[in-house]
């Protein structure tokens, strides 16, 4: 018999349209995003929102995508080194609030969650070295073919991850929006077509932010 994890309320550090997410109740390191109840879902009037209410298993369909991007990535990169520019993913764990994802946790030395691209543009907190780190992780999503349908400023976190014997390099770490969840997978048809999937969506997160895209050196700046 499995015991589910209890998430106390308080445990509860962000939600979004399709889950929630919880503090690990027991390991710092990790986090547990939760897919929220029918009843909890916001009445959008978007594509996704209509798709969500008229085909609920959409809903599982976008986790099971991220889930595969995942499996797809790590499976080509066994080396004990790759740095992935995505967050690591745990499995599944029963919880009092519904079926839980385990997701590593990205955090600040003291041991708070990092903070989102979008919280340090709404709070001009954003810096030329935390641009720097941006650029790393989009130069390798480039370089890894990383799928990534939702690539908005909330998903990505500055911050340390776990490796095993402590806190690693600050980094700026893609935590959600992973994997082709399109209705129609373009990107997952041939590497040229996700590399520019890659770029349009670099391009949609540079006016979320003020930040200038430049599609000839994958970069950002100011």
């Given at each position: 018999m499995t015991h589910a994890l209890f998430l106390p309320p308080s445990n509860l550090v962000a939600s979004g349209v399709q889950r929630d997410v919880y503090l690990h109740p027991t390991d710092p390191t990790k986090l547990i995003k939760v897919l929220k109840p029918?009843?909890?879902?916001?009445?959008?009037?978007?594509?996704?929102?209509?798709?969500?209410?008229?085909?609920?298993?959409?809903?599982?369909?976008?986790?099971?995508?991220?889930?595969?991007?995942?499996?797809?990535?790590?499976?080509?990169?066994?080396?004990?080194?790759?740095?992935?520019?995505?967050?690591h993913m745990f499995g599944f764990v029963s919880t009092n609030a519904g079926l839980g994802c385990l997701t590593e946790?990205?955090?600040?030395?003291?041991?708070?969650?990092?903070?989102?691209?979008?919280?340090?543009?709404?709070?001009?907190?954003?810096?030329?070295?935390?641009?720097?780190?941006?650029?790393?992780?989009?130069?390798r999503l480039f370089q890894h073919g990383v799928r990534a349908g939702d690539m908005n400023p909330n998903n990505f976190v500055f911050g340390q991850r776990d490796n095993g014997s402590g806190l690693g390099p600050k980094e700026c770490v893609l935590v959600d929006g992973f994997?082709?969840?399109?209705?129609?997978?373009?990107?997952?048809?041939?590497?040229?077509?996700?590399?520019?999937?890659?770029?349009?969506?670099?391009?949609?997160?540079?006016?979320?932010?003020?930040?200038?895209?430049d599609p000839k050196t994958l970069r950002f700046s100011r």
């Open positions: 029918d009843r909890d879902q916001p009445r959008r009037k978007t594509f996704n929102g209509l798709m969500d209410r008229w085909f609920p298993s959409t809903r599982i369909r976008q986790i099971r995508k991220e889930y595969m991007e995942y499996l797809r990535v790590m499976l080509r990169h066994p080396e004990p080194g790759f740095h992935a520019p995505m967050s946790r990205v955090m600040t030395p003291d041991g708070n969650l990092g903070e989102t691209l979008g919280r340090k543009v709404k709070n001009g907190t954003l810096t030329d070295d935390h641009i720097a780190l941006l650029n790393d992780t989009i130069a994997g082709d969840i399109h209705a129609i997978p373009v990107r997952s048809m041939a590497s040229w077509s996700n590399r520019l999937g890659l770029a349009d969506s670099c391009k949609r997160l540079a006016r979320n932010t003020g930040l200038i895209w």
